[in-house]
């Protein structure tokens, strides 16, 4: 566990008691900035108990998922780290940090990426992530931490006429 400002909060891998604080924040992340993530509030809201809990459990060897947790086990944020078999590097992937949270004096968003960076330095030497081309506080806080454009687009699958802007930061 790394310990968070003031210790108000440590940052760790989620396990399946994290279930119910994990679907909060995802709500609470795509009522926030739905244009970040790839699926809507109304679909999250429909996924059962089993979805959440195994969304949370953290059993994949191709995945991991960190949370930024208070004392009283509400996550105050969260980054996860993907590798599909058909990908060399890593993904990182849902990102997002409560707004009163955000910001460097509280560092939180630094502690995530940094477990997630650990985690993926174990499988490659890169990271990678999409951005929406209109999300220029991620593209800001990424291009500060060393990401940097590759110059490959895709289509935002919500939206097909936006794009989202792949990024890549080296690891060693």
Known sequence: MTPGAGADWVVRPSTEADWMAYRELRFEMLADTPLAYLETLETARRHDDEHWRRRAANASPSSRLFAAVAPDGRWLGTMGGYHSARSRE?????????????????????????????????????????????????????????????????????????????MAVALR
């Open 90 to 166: 890593p993904h990182l992937v849902g990102v997002y940090v409560t707004p009163s949270f955000r910001g460097r004096e509280h560092g939180m968003a630094d502690a995530l990426l940094d477990a997630v960076v650990d985690w993926a330095s174990e499988r490659s030497d890169r990271l990678i992530l999409e951005v929406h081309e209109q999300n220029a506080g991620a593209i800001r806080y990424y291009q500060r931490r060393g990401f940097s454009f590759t110059g490959r687009t895709l289509p935002y699958p919500l939206d097909r006429s936006a794009r989202e802007l792949e």
